[in-house]
């Protein structure tokens, strides 16, 4: 019988590598795997490369992992944030490296990865820094620069409810990045506020397909605003 | 310039600002607003037309705020506030979300900016080559991606300079794509002769409004 729910976080982080690429899901403060973030600071990896939207805010979740010095480099569009004083410190510190990238092609990136797309032309970021060093290409008549997919070799999502196996969906405005984190990656760990048996889930509900999952561990935690 | 010379006009304020773009924004467009006074625009699109706002984070259909004991905690827009949904709104993932942004599918985007050129080229994410942390969002896939791009800003910066210029100082967002301006001072669209002026704020002459422009200004033909 096939069953990706993991009963601990220890189960659901094994295996976790240093020097991994983790893709984030989450904006603001909702869709944030929190409770794997704290999973991940407690396995131990270092030397990582995290791809998000935000660089972390307060001292907790992305922010405490990048202050225990476990993130090599961020990936992210808008590494300002309420509080930004961890990455704001480090990186003038020239302790974390950083990559800006314009959101929707963060985003491409991630659904390139996950369809095997290896890279694709966008007009955002022509005739501005982002295209420097890029190949560039006119295309009926529109310059277009060349970005490449994103892959990760984690994925951590944060879903509404998910089935054994692995089918997800998500709440609102929670859903954001997390879809393309679990297409994107080689490990794709999920945190669920709610399991439903196989079958409860209506197929026409289904957000992310359970072949892009590989574990889920239940997380309950009720409503992000306090995060 | 003295004070005295133009001491008879009076600037748009921003509700006034933002009304003016709402009032210019036809029926059906599908529509994104920049985080600051371009989200005000929301609140002045006439009553009994139907505009549909788009929210980068996935929310197609973004109502106003929620009164404070109807907040859902899952429903936030770009800029991280509370929305609520309209009948008919929809949700998607990030990358869906920029498809209809980069795919060409929004009528239109207003962004605030720190500098437009005559030209059309916008300057609003960063204020330095060596910025400590440049943050860029979405505003690229945004300049770049729909089907119009209008500003919202402020005439000048705080010191007096002219923010509409010859050539932005600034990192560049996009090349040539804005296509109006609406400031405290005056409507402007950019054409292919450069800023043409379609309004100015009571009181104002072309004159007083051309000494507070870098850009030389062209009335419509």
């Known amino acids: ?138 295309i009926g008549g529109r310059t277009y620069i060349l970005e490449e997919w994103l892959k990760g070799d984690v994925g951590l999502v944060e879903a509404w409810e998910a089935d054994r196996w692995g089918n997800l969906t998500f709440k609102q405005s929670g859903r954001n990045f997390n879809p393309l984190c679990a297409m994107a990656s080689e490990l794709s760990l999920v945190q669920a506020q709610h399991i439903r048996e196989l079958g409860e889930i209506d197929p026409d509900h289904v957000v992310t397909p359970g072949i892009f999952v590989d574990r889920v561990l239940h997380v309950p935690y009720g409503d992000p605003s306090g995060f | 310039m003295s004070e005295t010379a133009v001491a008879s006009f009076k600037p748009f304020t921003r509700p006034q600002m933002a009304q003016r773009a709402a009032a210019d924004i036809p029926e059906g467009w599908y529509v994104n607003l920049g985080i600051g006074i371009p989200t005000l625009i929301s609140d002045y699109v006439p009553a009994g037309r139907e505009v549909i706002f788009h929210s980068e984070n996935g929310v197609l259909g973004m109502g106003p705020a929620p009164e404070k004991d109807k907040i859902e905690p899952w429903l936030i827009n770009a800029g991280k506030q509370y929305v609520t949904m309209l009948p008919g709104g929809s949700f998607c993932h990030h990358a869906d979300s920029f498809s209809m942004i980069r795919g060409g599918h929004l009528d239109l985007c207003v962004l605030g900016a720190f500098q437009v050129a005559d030209n059309g080229d916008i300057a609003n994410w960063a204020t330095s080559e060596n910025d400590t942390a440049p943050a860029v969002g979405g505003a690229m896939d945004l300049a770049a991606g729909a089907k119009r791009l209008w500003v919202l800003m402020e005439h000048t910066t705080k010191d007096g300079s002219s923010k509409l210029v010859t050539k932005c100082s600034y990192p560049l967002t996009a090349p040539g794509a804005v296509k109006r301006i609406y400031t405290n001072l005056a409507t402007i669209d950019v054409t292919d002769r450069g800023f043409v002026v379609l309004g100015m704020a009571p009181g104002l002459s072309l004159e007083d409004l051309q000494a507070r422009t870098d850009a030389k200004l062209h009335l419509p033909a």
């Open chain 1, 1 to 138: 019988m096939i069953n990706k729910i993991v009963q601990s976080m220890a189960d659901l982080m094994s295996g976790i590598k240093d020097g991994s690429v983790v893709l984030l899901g989450g904006f603001g403060s909702v869709g944030q795997p929190n409770a794997l973030i704290d999973g991940l600071i407690e396995q131990g990896a270092k030397d990582l490369v995290v791809a998000a939207n935000n660089a972390g805010a307060g001292h907790v979740g992305l922010a405490r992992l990048m202050e225990l010095n476990r993130v090599r480099k961020i990936i992210c569009s808008f590494p300002r944030s309420s509080d930004p004083v961890v990455f704001e410190t480090l990186y003038r510190a020239g302790k974390i490296e950083l990559e800006i990238v314009p959101q929707g092609t963060l985003a491409e990136r991630m659904r390139a990865a996950g369809a095997g797309v290896p890279a694709f032309f966008t007009a955002t970021g022509v005739g501005t820094k982002m295209a420097v060093g890029k190949e560039h290409r006119e």
